[in-house]
């Protein structure tokens, strides 16, 4: 008996290995796939905004998570736009009347994105095109699903493993 606690321990210490790994392995791919290549054009900036603004934006296609943004830049001044792409925290802590309106009609505050100033120049010269996004998956959520598909199999693989329970039925 006190030989299987020993294996059932091992197991355990095993599979909890094998989980925490797979859970980093996942991160550090994400990671590593949200990193965005310096941006300065507007092709540039076509790539920063599928990567980045795609998931909640579109242009021209009506609104998704957040505003659409055709013809923002008509609308808003470019200093405005800087601000509200690299670090929107800031136009939240000042209560812009902007974003707090975007606030309230969408539910969320737009997040910071940790975009360099010279990919922030970028996307606004890519809107200033008028150009319809592409309609593409960002590049950052397959590792992410990869990542937590993997951290689900194993902690299945895990509670399948380890988890049983034996029932005695009296009468």
């Known amino acids: 008996m006190e030989r299987n606690k020993v ?7 095993r599979y909890v290995a094998v989980t925490v790994i797979v859970f980093v ?15 300065q054009s507007p092709e540039e900036g076509e790539g920063v905004f599928g990567q ?7 242009i021209g296609g009506g609104v998704l998570v957040g505003p659409d943004l055709q ?15 690299q670090s929107p925290s800031v136009h ?4 812009d009347p902007i974003s707090v309106s ?14 360099t100033e010279e990919q922030v120049e970028s996307v606004i010269a890519y809107l200033r095109t008028g150009e319809a996004a592409p309609r593409t998956i960002p590049g950052a959520f397959i590792p ?4 937590g598909l993997l951290t689900v199999v194993a902690l299945t693989l895990f509670g ?12």
Do not use: Y
């Open 7 to 13: 294996l059932r321990l091992r197991g355990l210490r």
């Open 25 to 39: 392995v996942g991160l550090l791919i994400s990671a590593l796939a949200t990193q965005v290549v310096a941006a």
């Open 52 to 58: 980045t603004c795609a998931a909640c934006h579109t």
């Open 71 to 85: 013809g923002v830049t008509e609308r808003r001044e470019e200093s405005w736009l800087m601000v509200q792409i």
């Open 92 to 95: 939240q802590e000042q209560n």
């Open 102 to 115: 975007n606030r309230e009609e969408f539910g969320l505050s737009m997040p910071d994105l940790g975009l």
């Open 144 to 147: 992410t699903l990869a990542a």
């Open 160 to 171: 399948l493993r380890l988890g049983r329970k034996r029932v005695e039925v009296r009468s």
